[in-house]
């Protein structure tokens, strides 16, 4: 078997590609489908590793070949490459990790930040420990690659893991209980990742040896490491798909919410024809009568009385006309949004005295929106403004409203106090509780962050489904911009 093993050696290698390759195009796909999961919004991450992770894996198989025909400068930058890449795709592998958690943005842009600096410390910092030791090219890149792995892909797998795990709650809410056995074992496949990936590297000048290189663990097991490895990738990948399913599920349930909105405007539309030809019919025709009996009177208190009835009946009647008018309407537009929004803001200001700026994007660009966005977002918007009078402090705020073909976001910034936002989670208050209800409804999510004495950030982001590409989209400096 071992025999077997060797000799096809570039056919596992191949196939280890090609289970990587299938798993990030299988999750690009679904890139653009509308969630509001952080699970399935994370997934292009995971993509990402995936697709840079196969065309290492297959730089095994290429750059040996190339070796027969290309300069021998040639073929190490292509082992430079190839190593570089192993180490970028640990890096995508890291952002799926962080992404499954609610860090705050400061905590997010600084690990990132981190590993990105390493990723740089570790390239050159391998060449300058190298060439006073004559290391070859592909001793750099096993070294690099090596402790990459012991210092990114461990972390990042394990941070993977506990990410999926910690999701199956989040699914279990959204009534998506079927999928969160996958989750949980895909959880238990990148800690195999972390164990195959990341444990066992190449055979490095400084690696620890035994069973943690790959050419003991041939040695050892009697089969390459990337056997192991191929398996891992593909259970990853039929995990994967399965988690997909996600996608079908919130496409049920928004197709089920346009439903109940074109049930709605029925409704309201039927409701605003019966008003009209029922009920203001019968209070005209009731004034037509009083106005009878009154011209068989001469001049009297009657009369008069009678007339100011009359006049009541037809403000009446006007304002059952301008409320059926309101039936047909709704404020559910990108315009209409952001004019709801742009009230609610010169409200505050009238009421509070501190200043509030707000600002739309992207009013063109917009998909189809959830109905009772107008209404909700405002709500939250007010709830915000009022949280941040009362714990910020003497502060300005700032509103953004975003809209894109495939979400739309609502920010709220101000620059006061800040707040220990665990704390106010704990204590239960009915405003958070309120706002984040407000945002599922919407099929979206809330996300606050704040820190003591640096201010706080609301994010509410709602997906919305549409086709339309980013490139579509028109310029920053064209949007529609609406200003208080």
Known sequence: MREILEQNETVILFLNGLVFFALGFALWLQRRRATRLRLTSSL????????????AVWGFVFVPIQEQTLEPEAVTLLIVVRGVIQ???????????????????QAFLGITAVSVVWFFVVIFGMVALGDPRGWTVEQWESSAVALFRYTVLIPAALLGAVGLWRQRESLGLAGLGGIRP???????????????GGLVVPDAPWAPGGLFNESNWLESVGMQINVARVFVGLALAILAIKLLEIFEV???????????ARLVAEERARFGRDLHDGTIQSIYAAGLQLEAASMTLDESPTRDEIGRVVSGLNNVIDGIRAYIRGLGETDDTPLGI??????????????????????????????PLPVEASQNLGQILREALSNSTRHGGNCKSTVYLSFRPDEMELQVRDNGAGMDVEAAERAGGFGLRNMKERARRLGGRLNIYSEIGNGSRLIVSIPLDSDVLDDEQPAADTQEKVTA
């Open 87 to 105: 180490m970028l795709a640990m890096l995508f592998l890291l952002q799926f990790g962080l992404r499954l958690f609610e860090l705050t943005r």
């Open 44 to 55: 292009v991450w995971l993509a990402a590793f995936a697709f840079v992770e196969a065309f």
């Open 338 to 367: 952001a004019a709801t929004l742009t009230e609610v803001c010169l409200q505050h200001e009238r009421d509070t005295g501190r200043q509030v700026r707000f600002r739309a994007l992207g009013v063109d660009a917009a998909g």
């Open 182 to 196: 996958y989750t949980a074992a895909a959880a238990g496949v990148l800690l195999a990742l972390a164990v195959f």
């Open 250 to 260: 919130e496409a049920a349930l928004q197709l089920e919410a346009l439903n109940r």
